[in-house]
Structures are given as structure tokens and as C-alpha cells.
């Protein structure tokens, strides 16, 4: 029998891996940088997320290994009657893993996180180059229904 999968706020610890499953990527494999020891930008980004109590870094392990990692913040907002939205950033799942049913059950786990603290949607952006995850979000009922624009500074 199979140890059940642990989803957990992620602890300095698991950096490394989590900037592993960012660089595991066509895209951010030209993005990332995963030579150790790891750049500062990463350790500081990553204490600014744990210093934050509307942001939270998941990792999923299986088995002691981390095969998921997707970061939520909780965005409070003015419109829709002061509505809290839940953004996703940075999903992952190891490449090896996918397809095997474990990127669902970490966007079923941040749906009941970004709920029980009182968000009324769940939003992401996903480049428009990735179709295999277009498919993937509308077949979890996400609804491609705005155009993202980002300016890089």
C-alpha cells in the first residue's frame, strides 16, 4: 500500500526542489536558475512568501520525494462587493509525474484552501504557448474568459 499524498506549507527545506520543478519546465528552462547553492533572489523571495500571511508556498510529497509545488496568494479586492480572490503562481508537477492524476488533486487541495479563507474565485494566467494546460485547467472547470497582459519592469 502507497503512503497517501501530504499537502504542506513548504519549509526552506525544500527550495532546492521546488526551484527544480520551476527549472523542470520547456519555459522555465530558460527562465530559472537551479545551480547550488541557490541564488539569494530565490531565498529572499521565499521568506517575503513566509513572512506574508495571504501567501502560501504548497508542496506536494509522495513518499518523501516533492513532486508538486504551486504558490496561492489570497488577493482581497474592492470589486464584486469586496470579493477575495485566490491566484495561483508557479504550478508544477515533476515531469515525470504527469499525467498520473497529481496536478487535480493539488488544484482540488488549493481550491478548499483559497475557500476556507473566504475567496470566491481562483485565478491564474498560463502562457498562451501551453496548450496541454489549457486543456488541463478548462477540464477543471476554469473558464479562459479575460485577455492577461504583463509588462516586464
Same mark, same amino acid.
Not at 541557490?38 to 517575503?48: C, Q
Not at 464584486?80 to 504550478?91: A, H, T
Given at each position: 500500500?502507497?503512503? *497517501?499524498?501530504?499537502? &504542506? ?9 521546488? !526551484?527544480?520543478?520551476?527549472?523542470? /519546465? &520547456?519555459?522555465?528552462? @530558460? &527562465?530559472?536558475? +537551479?545551480?547550488? *547553492?541557490?541564488?539569494?533572489? #530565490?531565498?529572499?523571495? $521565499?521568506?517575503?512568501?513566509?513572512? /506574508?500571511? +495571504? ?5 506536494? =510529497?509522495?513518499?518523501?520525494? !516533492? ?8 488577493? *482581497? ?22 499525467? =498520473? ?20 474565485? !481562483?485565478?491564474? @494566467? @498560463? ?8 486543456? $488541463? #485547467?478548462? &477540464? ?6 479575460? =485577455?492577461? #497582459?504583463?509588462?516586464?519592469?
Amino acid at each position: 500500500m502507497t503512503r *497517501p499524498l501530504i499537502f &504542506r506549507q513548504a519549509s526552506h527545506q525544500d527550495l532546492g526542489a521546488i !526551484i527544480d520543478l520551476l527549472q523542470d /519546465d &520547456r519555459l522555465g528552462g @530558460t &527562465r530559472e536558475d +537551479n545551480i547550488r *547553492p541557490l541564488r539569494s533572489e #530565490y531565498v529572499e523571495a $521565499f521568506d517575503a512568501i513566509l513572512a /506574508d500571511a +495571504n501567501q502560501f508556498q504548497l508542496v506536494v =510529497e509522495d513518499e518523501g520525494s !516533492i513532486v508538486g509545488t504551486l504558490q496561492i496568494s489570497i488577493l *482581497p479586492g474592492l470589486s464584486r462587493l469586496g470579493m477575495k480572490r485566490g491566484q495561483l503562481e508557479g504550478v508544477r508537477i515533476h515531469s515525470l509525474r504527469r499525467g =498520473e492524476g497529481l496536478g487535480q488533486k493539488m488544484i482540488e487541495w488549493a481550491t478548499g484552501f483559497c475557500r476556507a479563507r473566504g475567496c470566491a474565485a !481562483i485565478q491564474l @494566467t @498560463t502562457d498562451k504557448s501551453r496548450k496541454d494546460a489549457h486543456r $488541463f #485547467y478548462e &477540464r477543471l472547470g476554469f473558464v479562459a474568459s479575460h =485577455e492577461g #497582459y504583463k509588462l516586464t519592469l
